[in-house]
């Protein structure tokens, strides 16, 4: 079904698939293995944030991205601060537990209904199939059939012959979502934001570091030029070249700082490489519930925030790894306290 989605009609064709598989598939093998944490550097964040909305022409800036989200938003146009604010709360839904969101129809429909929860002139077209062109009967089938397509191959047993790299699964994926266009607005977010979570699904974690959607707004003409010439294979091309870019930027990050943390560690003082990262809404919770307390067992969390102990678990040890909370002891006897904010940079 590969070849027939991605309408590959001659050995030219797939000679040009392959190649951009093997390029990419080149990048990807020397990050595969990082660590990168689990939860996205908040300049990242922000970065692909205001990406993705400049990809569907609005303009933002990665610097108005903070300040929209923590509310002060006076002086930046509001239907810019909407689709930021939308972008977001669709990317931590993802984020926040990407093996826990299943592919699926409805999930597609309720992440574009919360790309769009902030902008009132779009409430029409939350969770709702575009229902003008002539293809419109077929949106549902068609999507039905790209859900089913994509998990099939993503979840193939590694050692399985017919197993093909996932990040190409996920391009075609992408590609094929773009040019279905079931929602009349939202569908190039959305297909972003999945991206994402497939990603951090399918083991490519590099993006935690490095932002993805950047990379394809940069490529935004190209994507346009095949899409306009019908071109599928050149647009997964250049998708496959924007995600491997971001691998190779990654893999030359991590060699320059190898040296200087390895002399670190040497000499019994490790510096701290950690990024500051951007709780979701309901971790910020958390940390408003530790700043009361000081210091707290998960015992005194529950009853004050009402979310079940297994999801506080995650969000604490998440906290823990960026950063925003230390914690000492084992098990039930694990004691949280708030780190102080670093102090910033001379």
Known sequence: MLLEMLNVSDDGDLARLLGAVARAEREFAVVL???FGSIMASEVLHRSIAASVRFA??????TEVGPILAG???????IAAAAVRGVADALHAVLDRPDELPLSESQLKY???????HEPA??????????????AESIPADVARLVAWTKSNLELAAESPERLPPMLVIAAFAWRLVDIRPFAVGTGRLARVVVAQLMVRY????GFVESVDEALETRSSG????????DSIGWVAVFLDAVATCAATVARSSARKAPAIAQSTDSGSLTDVSVPVLPSPRQTRVLTAMHEFGAAKIGDLLPVLGIPRATLKKDLRTLVEGRRLSSTGVRKGTVYRVLPEAPAAD
């Not at 779009?122 to 002539?134: L, N, S, V």
């Open 33 to 35: 293995d990082g660590a």
């Open 57 to 62: 022409g609005i303009e933002v800036v990665s």
């Open 72 to 78: 002060d938003s006076a002086n930046i146009d509001p």
């Open 111 to 117: 992440l574009q209904s919360l790309l769009l929860r």
């Open 122 to 135: 779009a409430a029409a077209f939350r969770r709702q199939y575009r229902r003008e062109g002539a293809d």
């Open 203 to 206: 083991g490519y974690h590099f």
């Open 223 to 230: 994507f346009a030029s095949a899409r306009e010439a019908r």
